[in-house]
């Protein structure tokens, strides 16, 4: 779970430099450092282990005599152990300083280790809380020497996925999954005991090879120590503050602080059992985290028996003071959405996921009661809405579009029931046809509305089957016709069609009486992308997703989101794209109409791994559902794409042969766009030529010329000609392909290698260092896996990520091992991989594996 920042410690090490790893409790800190021990001492480094202990933090010396050292007796003062171990620190050899738990160590080993690192100038790697307030005592020990700060950062839905499946042996499903991470808030030790307990207590059941909830709650007894454990360090005053707060559920703060002293507040803050977000009116809410917490509360008898606190706070409940909001400076550019991005990831996503479901359960409530009341058309679209992001209640939906009377209803909310009606009939199984059939026949009742159904019917039918063929003879040709939802749904089956210009012209003007609520933004933040302006529609897309999880518009987030990780993707920013995909799927599977760009993400995530040689049944794209056609009306909503890069023969000419397959079928069903980017992306992973020339007639025939200049190398990097590719990289100018033109130089060269062409091989390793180094990247580069077949062995791995840029004697002292053992590791390597130099080596081992 932490090879990455095992690696980053390792590096920091290597090079001298201490380390102090923060996080909450449970994040991992302890699991992170043995990781790091047992990293060093397979490589010769002499470790030397400090463990503070709760229970030992008063008692002298106890975290130092823990080393076992040979003091003289008579000879124990500070000093006095400080010599024995400075000399220690001084024999042959390398040597690190290790203490887990710095908070928890006794003043006088405190002391000890001050005057030894006084001394010495051996590394230390600390933990500790990432909200602890140090002593001066630690921070002598702490502030000595160069140090680097590692923080722990809560597991996001993707690292749960995997997590899981490694603790019980098999994945979870989705929803279990998002309930999973939404009660631990990403606590890694949080997540285990929730897993393991709930299977002990059957609430988790193995269905379908994948773990699901029985039952509503994952909370059971089991879990109870482990919660005590987590809350042993709060005052009587924190403890009772979690108490109020288990009673009021997510409440405004300046509620809290009517009932809850400031202080109390604050520690609980500062200790991180306390999330605060701004809410939809521009004030700030608190909730407790991790959620589990108030679970915990919440099943005890003495909570439902303090009278005396449900009194206290009994008068506390009353609306909030108007807040005059505050001004927000705003600014345009990528950066600027990218900052707020990466400044998101540190909040807590299972808060606001939690925030969004009691919304959504709120409003779902008081607007099923409000239709009980009043069976109205009004009623009932106000009610059906929420299940357009939602999760879905078949029952009651179904219930609700049978029941509900049309008399003197407004014609937009009698088409949106049916329209809703109409795609629950997709939903629960009955297909396109039967959908069309409800349409069709409030067509007849209801002729006013024939050509918004007529568009309906447009839509449903070029989502789920096959784009009819454009008879329009201009990218304007649309508007005059049917304007509004029709001019909508013409934009949108442009966009199927890879036109992205007459996309973006259907969809000008504000749309604040759109039918298809999110249509109009979804539409023209895509038709961006698709042509070629991806910052321009990152921006848009982020903008709109930060204003919907600001309204805990669910519907909005999961759509604008779905936009914004293609933009992600496409400009290689992997964390930045799987953080966004992954606080989508910590709110668990929405309603019915997002639910496809639902699964679409759970691919595109999945691509990425699908290019490694992890078991592709790990993957969380495992978690979509795979009742779908190999072919969508956009990329990732067919599963074929996903499939063939996932599950793809290690010949090359097999790969050429399945994806211009899939290709041709997908234009064969009129998703052009579809069809382009399955055609850009393997392309790049494997150039061929078959797929090259189904890319180079499908961006002819659309007039787009963004995409020129990759097109030209990757003619070149297909024929063969190194002198042309020379000359098209030397004269490159960095565009909106540049990720990918690195994407197809590495793919050129694992083809080569599969294929057995040495001079070939050797050619491209030398094009695709040179472009790497005048186009540094720091994202990682997606890259054809041939490594299922043959797998190196960690330690060859090791060898070979460093065989491009140091020689055999520097990696042997880097890794504690001799030269001679490392040259015998690169021949292992080369002869398994096929690789014919060192270099070409690097360039294949460099991410065909999990990153270490």
């Known amino acids: 779970m932490f090879d990455s920042e095992v690696q980053r410690i390792l590096d920091f090490v290597a090079r001298g430099i201490g380390v102090r790893v923060v996080g909450a409790p449970g994040s991992g800190k302890t699991t992170v450092l043995r990781s790091v021990m047992s990293n060093l001492e397979k490589a010769g480094v002499s470790v030397h282990f400090i463990s503070g202990l709760r229970t030992h933090r008063t008692i002298p010396y106890a975290a130092i005599k823990g080393l076992g050292l040979d003091v003289r007796p008579g000879r124990s003062g500070v000093f006095d152990i400080a010599d024995v171990f400075s000399s220690q620190l001084s024999m042959a050899g390398k040597h690190l300083l290790v203490v887990d738990d710095l908070h928890l160590v006794d ?85 285990v005991r929730i897993a393991e307990t709930a299977s002990l207590s059957n609430l988790l059941v193995m269905k379908d090879k994948q773990w699901s909830m029985t039952a509503e709650t994952l909370w059971n007894e089991h879990l109870r120590g482990t919660l005590e454990a987590l809350l042993a360090e709060l005052s009587a005053d924190e403890f009772t503050a979690l108490h109020i707060m288990a009673i009021l559920g997510t409440a405004r703060v300046d ?24 809410d939809q009116h521009n004030g700030s809410i608190a909730a407790i985290s991790p959620p589990v917490i108030a679970d915990y509360f919440r099943g005890s008898k003495n909570l439902r028996d303090r009278k005396l606190l449900r009194s206290k706070i009994a008068g506390v409940l009353e609306a909030a003071p108007h807040e005059i909001p505050e001004e927000r400076a705003t600014s345009d550019g990528l950066s600027r959405v990218l900052s707020s991005l990466r400044l998101e990831k540190g909040d807590d996503d299972a808060v606001t996921s939690r925030q969004i479901h009691e919304h959504n359960a709120d409003r779902e409530r008081i607007r099923f009661e409000r239709w009980q009341a009043n069976k109205s058309t009004a009623n009932a679209a106000a009610f059906l809405r929420i299940y357009w992001g939602a999760p879905l209640d078949v029952e009651r939906a179904s219930r609700v579009c049978a029941e509900t009377t049309n008399f003197d209803a407004d014609p937009k909310d009698l088409l949106f029931v049916t329209i809703t009606e109409a795609m629950l009939a997709i939903h629960t199984g009955r297909g396109p046809s039967a959908a069309v059939g409800i349409l069709q026949k409030f067509a007849v009742n209801n002729p006013n509305l024939s050509a918004e159904v007529e568009d309906a019917i447009l839509f449903l039918s070029a989502s789920h089957g096959r784009v009819p063929v454009d008879t329009a003879q201009d990218p304007g040709a649309h508007e005059g016709a049917n304007p509004g939802m029709g ?50 529609s990152l921006v848009l897309a982020l903008d709109w997703r930060t204003e919907a ?20 993707l496409y400009r290689g920013h ?52 795979t009742e779908v056609s190999d072919v969508g009306p956009l990329p990732g909503i067919g599963k ?15 790969f050429d042969r399945r994806a211009s397959q899939l ?16 055609a850009l992306l393997c392309t790049c992973l494997c150039p061929g030529r078959p797929v090259l020339d189904l890319l180079q007639k499908i961006l002819r025939e659309s007039g787009l010329t963004v995409h020129d200049q990759l097109l030209a190398i990757a003619s070149a990097v297909v024929e063969g000609d190194h002198k042309m590719l020379g000359l098209l990289l030397k004269h490159y100018e960095p565009d909106v392909d540049t990720y990918q033109v690195g994407m197809l130089l590495r793919g050129a060269l694992k083809r080569h290698v599969i294929d057995g062409d040495a001079t070939a091989a050797d050619a491209m390793a030398q094009a695709s260092s040179v472009f790497a180094v005048r186009f540094p990247s720091a994202n990682e580069q997606l890259s054809y896996n041939s490594f299922r077949s043959t797998p190196l062995t960690e330690r060859e791995i090791e060898v070979a990520t460093l065989a491009g840029h140091l020689t055999n004697v520097e990696i042997g002292e880097q890794l504690g091992i001799s030269a001679r053992t490392v040259e015998n590791h690169i021949s292992n390597a080369l002869r398994k991989s096929g690789a014919t130099s060192r270099n070409s080596l690097f360039m294949l081992v460099g991410n065909s594996l999990s990153p270490r």
């Open 487 to 536: 001019s909508l749904v013409h934009g949108l089956l442009d966009l199927y069609r890879f036109k992205p210009v007459a996309a973006l012209d259907a969809c000008d003007g504000e749309g604040d009486d759109d039918a298809f609520s999110y249509l109009r933004p979804f539409i023209r933040s895509f038709a961006l992308f698709a042509a070629g302006r991806v910052e321009e």
């Open 574 to 625: 992997f964390e930045e794209a799987e953080y966004l995909m992954s606080s989508v799927f910590a709110m668990g599977r929405p309603g019915f109409v997002v639910d496809s760009l639902y699964d679409a993400m759970l691919r595109l995530a999945g691509l990425r791994h699908a290019t490694t040689a992890m078991e592709p049944a790990l993957s969380i794209a495992a978690q979509a559902r």
């Open 640 to 654: 074929g794409a996903y499939e063939l890069v996932a599950h793809h023969s290690t010949q090359p000419s097999a």
């Open 663 to 678: 290709i041709r079928r997908q234009l064969k069903s009129g998703y052009v766009l579809e069809a382009m980017m399955t």
């Open 255 to 278: 509620i809290l602080r009517k009932v809850i002293h400031t202080d109390a507040l604050e520690g609980l803050e500062r200790r991180g059992f306390l999330s605060v977000l701004a």
């Open 107 to 191: 003043s006088e080993s405190l002391a000890v280790l001050e005057a030894v690192r006084r001394r010495s100038d051996c590394p230390m790697v600390a933990s500790a809380p990432e909200t602890w307030a140090f002593s001066r005592g630690q921070l002598a020990v702490l502030n000595n020497g160069r140090e680097a700060h590692l923080q722990l950062d809560p597991l996001h839905y993707e690292q749960v996925h995997f997590l899981i499946a490694q603790v019980l042996g098999a994945p979870a499903d989705a929803d279990t999954t998002a309930r999973i991470l939404t009660k631990s808030a990403g606590n890694p030790r949080l997540i």
């Open 549 to 568: 999880r600001k309204n805990l518009d669910q519907f909005g987030v999961i759509t604008s989101s779905y936009v914004a990780a293609q933009g992600l």
